[in-house]
């Protein structure tokens, strides 16, 4: 029987949902901490993360939304490696919070700051999951094993990439067919022509679109995704319904986004791995022979690389 993470084919998911999400800076430094992790320290892989998440009791798993179960797989793996314990966390969160909590100003949201870069009077009390990562932080930089600097540096790595790095590696390929030839035979080496580094993907695989065929990306078990191509993932991609229906309705799902894709067309649904990360290559739109590079990347979106869209016309 499939575990709860895995979504694939369920039938309880609802509508996708479409609501662009703004990442906090919390949930920047967990993703970053995740990162660092796994360059760094011997004491984290991905599958050992993938096991504590997909570990997870149903209802917890179900309660918690996505980097609130990265904290508690965080957690888990640095306890079960001896870096820290459960309780030393416990009193660096009471400790911080003794020293960061004030009081709230009119018109403030707590998640929308950055609190250790906030003048006093505009701290605000952290909600429990940034208080708890930031709890590890400050334990892995008083030991030396992560600093916040190096913190620091990884999410302003991650906040440089955007999809505007896809949108060049699809129009050079459209313009380009030699590139484009390059690009289908060794894909990270094709974009590091564009000076894009893809080395922390193991494999990284360009799937084309035709007037006949039509690719379309999930990750049914968590959410991989191109990060170092496209940053990091909306919502949408990491939502439990659109990890359910892309597999057994993608031309529901499709619609859902906008696009109705003639009866004609083949809807090939390709499943994300650890280990592989794939890239839509969507077909150059019509009467674009003229444009240059520059004009054709401004044709392609996030979601045409991820195969729930078309390009603009």
Known sequence: MAKVHDRGGRQDAGPI???EHHYTLWEKRTHALSNLLRR??????VDEKRRTLESMEPAQYESLR???RWVVATESLLVEKGAMT???????????ARVHTVPVPAGHAAEEHDHEHLPEDTRTELNPWEARIDAILSLLDQRGLITADEIRREVEAMD???PAQGARIVARAWADPAFKSRLMADA????????ID????????????TERLHHMIVCTLCSCYPTPILGLPPDWYKSLAYRSRAVSEPRSVLREFGLDLEPDVEVRVVDSTADTRYLVLPVRPAGTENLGEQELAALVTRDCMVGVASPRA
């Open 40 to 45: 760094k320290m011997d004491l984290y892989k």
């Open 188 to 195: 990270k080496a094709a974009v590091a022509e564009l000076g």
């Open 160 to 162: 440089s990439r955007d």
């Open 17 to 19: 949902p479409m609501a």
């Open 198 to 209: 893809a080395s922390a993907l193991n494999h990284l695989v360009v799937l084309e679109n």
């Open 86 to 96: 459960s309780q030393e966390i416990d009193r660096e969160q009471r400790e911080r």
């Open 66 to 68: 996505y980097y609130e």
